[in-house]
């Protein structure tokens, strides 16, 4: 196998979870096109997002199947920014898409593209549309244009303005462009049909008047082509053989073949797949930004938030991610995903690949009475049992150390099998300790316990066979590292945000409890060097990851998801049934 082969195989590997798995609809029209050589055999795909925001988990499912698809079959895969609403777009969106595609695994080697690239040629085919009659210049304004566009059970209303001149449409298109008239004035519709059955086919308005400075083209313009305009149009340009987009554009499929047929250009083929839609979250761009210009999170890259920069820094892999989006597939329907089943492709994944740690949230001291004071033991942990190779490291012991609050029990319920006086726990890769006594303070509150140690039972096992009912983590006090540790939860507190009653905005359902910070957290010394981005289990407690504000001495580290796995629960009883 040739190297290149190779590595077209392995990046679609990486794209779309294996190589070697179950067929979808737009597969399949991929593989009957190869077939009969429509194209020459050719794949080439685009993703095409508009910088208006940031990516978002929805988007990852996109950039998998644009790109997946197109390795697999030894295609191409362009990246453009349909860039046409100078308005709403920004070059930091630019930047952070581009940053996040890469992260995923995408690779469009040096096609990067803009529709502002090709806005000479776009406005010429719409000079050739008008020349053709089948464009005109329209002077109704937009409330206007909604108003005879009709509804789906009444036949649209021509506009008064449709039967102009070839002349006359060519002058006042020319003035449009040159700016003499304001925005919204005019607007350049094509001409179809006002009694069509598709409301896009209602005479389309393909450019409107907009004095606004491009990020790119600068004043250049001051007429803008609409997304359903451009988009087609751009994918001919670049030769693209499968354009794949989300369902809400299938009813502009008949648009986009129009255009393609009246200018006579390169047949790009339209298909259209279900959007990844998630429990507890929303994908809408618009809202997303609502929610980081009110405040009401800490920017686009909260780890709160359902964006890639948002998830990244969370703690969540690209790995994860692009198993998530192979495992769902894609369909011709829309539905919902459970968010448990991502966290799942989370936690399994950083399962191989997470060093286990110790950490306590909450700490409550321990005292060993019997350890002889001022002694420092390094006992051996291992860094993580489901890697071979990942070895093992020192962890100091001595006679003070930290366990978890949630540990301790003065008069514990029942089944409580953790510490409490008079029961004897073992400690993680240490000795059994057997609570003796407690010290409160003024208020009455357990404030230190105190212990004694069987020296026998180093590393956690007792010569005479005697067996304890719990295992709790620790740190030692003498060592311990401060930390700030962030608990995420979901951003929202109901399954579909997007459900208000009348006359409420999303933001009611935001989860009013969605973080909270810890600011006497106390870690191993072995994470005295964790990076940004470092990612790791704290025993007993979940997945957790260094946070860009994190630096040495003063650690931040973000709760990525906790062990608890309620999906592969549901999936383990599904297939008790089944079987």
């Not at 196998?1 to 597969?27: C, H, I, Q, Y």
């Not at 080697?109 to 050739?128: E, K, L, T």
């Not at 979250?281 to 999170?297: A, N, P």
């Not at 949630?406 to 057997?434: A, H, M, S």
């Amino acid at each position: 196998m040739s190297t290149s082969t190779r590595d077209k195989e392995t990046a679609a590997a990486a794209l779309n979870g294996s190589t070697d798995r179950p067929s979808n609809f737009v597969r399949d029209i991929v593989l009957e096109d190869l077939k009969t050589n429509r194209h020459g055999g050719r794949v080439h795909t685009r993703f095409p997002p508009e910088p208006n925001g940031y990516l978002h988990i929805g988007h990852a499912k996109s950039i998998c199947l644009n790109f997946g698809l197109a390795a697999e079959f030894g295609g191409k895969t362009n990246l453009r920014f349909d860039d046409t609403n100078p308005e709403k777009e920004e070059q930091e969106y630019v930047d952070s898409i581009v940053t996040d595609a890469r992260w995923l695994g995408a690779d469009w080697g040096d096609r990067m593209f803009y529709a502002s690239d090709y806005f000479d040629q776009i406005h010429a085919w719409a000079v050739q549309l008008v020349k053709a009659g089948k464009a005109y210049v329209c002077d109704l304004s937009a409330e206007e244009v909604r108003k005879y566009r009709g509804s789906l059970t009444e036949p649209g209303i021509e506009s008064p303005y449709r039967n102009r001149s070839v002349e006359e449409n060519l002058d006042l298109f020319e003035r449009m462009r040159l700016g003499e008239f304001p925005d919204g004035s005019r607007t350049l519709r094509a001409k179809i049909d006002m009694a069509s059955p598709n409301l896009n086919m209602r005479d389309p308005v393909m450019y409107r008047i907009l004095h606004a400075e491009h990020n790119r083209t600068g004043d250049k313009w001051c007429i803008y082509p609409m997304y359903d305009f451009a988009h087609g149009q751009s994918d001919s340009l670049e030769q693209i053989t499968h354009s794949i987009c989300t369902l809400e554009f299938e009813d502009h499929r008949p648009l986009y073949n129009w255009f393609i047929q009246q200018l006579g250009i390169f047949p790009s083929q339209q298909i259209e797949f279900d959007r990844l839609n998630l429990t507890y979250t929303l994908l809408s761009k618009r809202k997303l930004l609502q929610l980081v210009q009110e405040g009401r999170v800490r920017g686009w890259d909260d780890p709160r938030m359902p964006t890639l920069s948002g998830i990244r820094r969370r703690g969540y892999t690209p790995e994860a991610i692009r198993n998530f989006c192979a495992a769902i597939g894609v369909s011709k329907t829309n539905g919902i995903i459970e968010l448990a089943m991502l966290e799942h492709f989370v936690r399994e994944d950083l399962n191989t690949r997470a060093p286990r740690v110790m950490a306590v949230l909450h700490p409550l001291r321990v005292v060993i009475d019997n350890y002889p004071e001022g002694q420092v033991e390094e006992l051996e942990a291992v860094n993580n049992p489901e890697d071979p190779n990942a070895g093992t490291r020192k962890v100091p012991f001595s006679r003070s150390l930290y366990i978890e609050q949630d540990d301790f029990r003065e008069d514990p319920p029942k089944k409580f099998f953790r510490l409490f006086p008079g029961q004897e726990v073992r400690l993680r890769g240490g000795y059994f300790i057997t609570c003796t006594g407690v010290v409160k303070n003024d208020a009455g509150e357990v404030v230190e316990v105190h212990c004694t140690y069987d020296p026998a039972t180093r590393n956690g096992n007792a010569p005479d066979g005697r067996k304890v009912k719990s295992t709790i983590h620790w740190v030692s006090a003498e060592h311990a590292i401060d930390a700030e540790v962030r608990l995420y939860e979901n951003l929202f507190a109901t399954e579909n945000p997007g459900d208000v009653p009348e006359g409420q905005d999303f933001t009611v359902n935001l989860h009013p409890n969605s973080l909270e910070i810890l600011t006497n957290a106390k870690l191993e010394p072995s994470l005295a060097g964790a990076m940004p981005g470092d990612r790791y289990q704290f025993e007993r407690l979940g997945y957790f990851c260094a946070d860009l504000d994190s630096k040495p001495g003063a650690l931040v580290f973000n709760r990525t998801v906790p062990l608890r796995d309620t999906w592969a629960k549901i999936e383990k009883r599904e297939k008790g049934k089944s079987g």
